[in-house]
């Protein structure tokens, strides 16, 4: 199934973390099934809707293997592409361990 993304949040600008969420929500109950998010169309695009929509997904471990799978990004600005699989993603597939590290930096700063 191919997802406008342009449709769906119905703007051509993707910024919102609420809209970024109801994507997330979208993509968790149909990942079964092969996804295109497509982007065609989308004029600005942030580090945090990208975060709310897909990043956050890779938290759950039991969804890596179907989002690798099933989810494909289509008609996403290079630049925007790579902070998704660079930058993003990595950090959502190690979540454990960057909380852990900001919890001991919150711990050590309230010494």
Do not use: P
């Given at each position: 199934m191919t997802i406008k993304v342009k449709d769906f949040i119905n703007s051509?600008?993707?910024?919102?973390?609420?809209?970024?969420?109801?994507?997330?929500?979208?993509?968790k109950q149909n990942l079964d099934n092969k996804i295109i998010l497509d982007f065609?169309?989308?004029?600005?695009?942030?580090?945090?809707f990208l975060r709310r929509a897909i990043g956050e997904l890779y938290k759950q471990k039991e969804l890596i293997p179907m989002?690798?799978?099933?989810?494909?990004?289509?008609?996403?600005?290079?630049d925007d592409l790579e902070i998704l699989n660079k930058r993003i993603i990595p950090l959502y597939k190690d979540y454990k361990r960057v909380e852990k590290s900001q919890q001991?930096?919150?711990d050590e700063i309230q010494d």
């Open positions: 051509n600008i993707a910024t919102s973390g609420d809209k970024g969420y109801k994507l997330q929500e979208f993509i065609e169309g989308i004029e600005l695009v942030n580090s945090h989002l690798e799978k099933n989810l494909i990004i289509k008609n996403l600005e290079e001991d930096f919150f």
